[in-house]
């Protein structure tokens, strides 16, 4: 009985520890501000994460690069099936695609599961594609939050920002290099090093997920348009 319970007491202490360890770290990085550092390097998977403490701000940007086989249209199909987010994206527990600006250009809401202890987040993201060219060989997104679009929806804390960029650059026909930069902050009273924990784990999770949807039929195999422009041809 008392090893079950010293167990158990481990197993809810875990997420305290990873965080102060987080804490930790920030502590250790005051000397390199501004500066990218990796924090995880999956070389299984071809995905590299990093961190960077901007002056004047507790919270951090992130950075993740990886090389995934998969095609730029592909990739695209992926990131237009939105009923199929909850599958893949990190700590999504709701979205739904709002509107449809031009072919360009979309906005969605979602909401996302936060740490034991914390309201659960939602928010409003609007994408702006910037379609490969000729004379651009990549495709590139900007995606924003708008914290107004919507009224707030209680119990949820609307994020101030989810804001960061998505850049896919085809290496072959089946191999994209995809990378993506920015920063989010939740909104409320969450503690800096809580956010830095979640944005190290997110970008990462994120890329994984798109990785393993990228393989599936439902996207290799589809003939159907796509609903937006990402490669103009």
Not at 3 to 10: A, E, H, N, R, V
Not at 12 to 21: D, G, S, V, Y
Not at 74 to 85: C, E, G, I, K, P
Not at 160 to 183: C, D, I, R
Request: glycine content about 4%; aromatic content about 12%.
């Amino acid at each position: 009985m008392i090893k079950k319970l010293c167990l158990s007491f481990l197993i809810a202490a875990l997420p305290a520890l990873a965080l102060a360890e987080a804490d930790l770290e920030d502590l250790r990085s005051e000397t390199t501000k501004n500066e990218w550092r990796l924090s995880k390097n999956d070389k299984l998977h071809k995905i590299k994460v990093f961190v960077k403490n901007e002056e004047g701000q507790n919270i951090r940007s992130f950075r993740v690069v990886s090389t995934i086989d998969a095609s730029i249209e592909t990739l695209a199909r992926v990131q237009s099936d939105f009923d199929n987010y909850l599958r893949w994206y990190f700590a999504a527990l709701e979205v739904k695609f709002l509107r449809k600006v031009s072919d360009r250009e979309y906005i969605y809401y979602m909401v996302h599961d936060a740490p034991i202890g914390t309201p659960d987040r939602d928010v409003i993201l609007r994408t702006v594609i910037e379609p490969m060219t000729a004379k651009k060989p990549y495709v590139f997104m900007r995606i924003t939050a708008l914290p107004d679009f919507l009224p707030v929806r209680p119990p949820y804390v609307r994020m101030v920002a989810e804001n960061y960029t998505v850049k896919w650059t085809p290496l072959s026909k089946n191999t994209t290099l995809v990378e993506s930069e920015g920063f989010i902050n939740p909104g409320g009273n969450a503690p800096a090093w809580t956010i830095n924990f979640i944005q190290s784990k997110g970008p990462f999770a994120n890329m994984m997920g798109m990785a393993r949807q990228a393989q599936l039929p439902q996207y290799t195999d589809a003939t159907t348009p796509l609903p937006f422009t990402f490669i103009e041809q």
